[in-house]
């Protein structure tokens, strides 16, 4: 195949589909209005977590499946990923919600409170059951995209702010592409980043609660991303007030330094879904859909890559291929 590819769209879906098609010599352009990753796109505002097992809980089982390599995609092409596993952890009050995690989930560790504090030692003594998930692993969002981006630039790709499209399209635009894809949802997700010295905490941990759990990403030199919500909604507006006491509140729940944090950043987005929340490729005559990584964007996007450029390299039919829509 010598005839370059057009992708319109350069959030995770978008790089991640161009990075693939490169690694195979194929020759790639991006269509990037912004020039750049940014607050524009619901990517931007991710928590990074590469955690298919910690995902069973709630995803179907082919997430899990499909995640299980996303780190080592992400570490070979350029993204530093921290594989420290996951620690899930509840407040005593919320003992049955760890005992429910963990009967929906594998692959995990039962840890007591001296295990807990030998793992992470500010958390020490404040906790006295949790779930350890060693093999999973987290990666920084901005970083990660940066480096795709960097690496795609070195190959000669080009990034245009706009252009016509002749020839085989990949449209990887997120919501934007409800113009053509009319069962494409928002699912909306809150989070703030903060910065908090007097934590020091090495690997993402998940405090589980009946209403809002939360997430906790370190991002090294004592900043965080806390996250929480997960709504049916696709207004991508500022975070609520409500959201940001609840990710606070919980925040001090599972350490009380975090209420002397800094707070550096809020955000809000909406991330494109599709009823049964798994992304789809719909082929619609030279242009290829690629969308609806709902909440597992780091996490499924270098498998749905993967599909994307097996079908344009060779046909095949991905496991994704929406065949109503084909």
């Known amino acids: 195949m010598t005839q370059t590819i057009t992708i319109r769209g350069a959030g ?4 991640t589909i161009a990075t693939e098609l490169a690694n195979r010599g194929l020759p790639v352009r991006i269509i990037d209005p912004a020039l750049g990753p940014g607050p524009q796109a619901c990517s931007w505002w991710a928590g990074g977590m590469l955690a298919p097992h910690c995902e069973s809980e709630s995803a179907e089982p082919v997430v899990v499946r499909l995640g299980l390599d996303a780190a080592d995609w992400w570490e070979a092409n350029g993204a530093p990923v921290t594989r420290r596993g996951t620690l899930v952890l509840a407040m005593s009050r919320d003992r049955t919600e760890l005992d429910r995690f963990a009967r929906l989930t594998t692959h995990h560790q039962l840890l007591d409170g001296d295990q ?16 350890y998930y060693e093999s999973e692993a987290h990666l920084d969002p901005r970083k990660s995209l940066a480096a795709l981006r960097q690496r ?34 928002g699912v909306r997700g809150e989070m703030m980043v903060i910065r908090c010295p007097e934590v020091n905490l090495t690997r993402t941990v998940r405090l589980l609660h009946p209403r809002i759990p939360l997430y906790v990403v370190p991002r090294g030199e004592g900043v965080y991303m806390l996250g929480a919500t997960m709504l049916e909604s696709g207004a991508r507006t500022h ?17 009380p330094a975090f209420a002397e944090a800094e707070i550096l950043e809020l955000g809000a987005d909406a991330r494109p879904a599709f009823p049964d929340n798994l992304p789809r490729l719909r082929r619609r005559g030279s242009t290829l859909f690629a969308n609806g990584l709902y909440r597992h964007g780091y996490l499924l996007a270098p498998a749905v890559a993967r599909m994307a450029a097996d079908h344009l390299q060779t046909g095949q039919t991905p496991e994704f291929m929406d065949e109503n829509h084909a």
């Open 239 to 255: 975070v609520t007030a409500r959201a940001a006491v609840e990710i606070l509140s919980s925040a001090y729940a599972l350490h």
């Open 152 to 185: 795609l630039k070195e190959r000669g790709v080009e990034f245009l702010p706009e252009g016509e499209a002749p020839g085989l399209t990949v449209d990887a635009r997120g919501l934007s592409a409800r113009d053509q894809l009319t069962d494409l949802r």
């Open 12 to 15: 995770v879906m978008g790089l």
């Open 116 to 131: 807990i504090g030998a793992l992470e030692p500010d958390l020490a003594g404040r906790m006295t059951r949790g779930l």
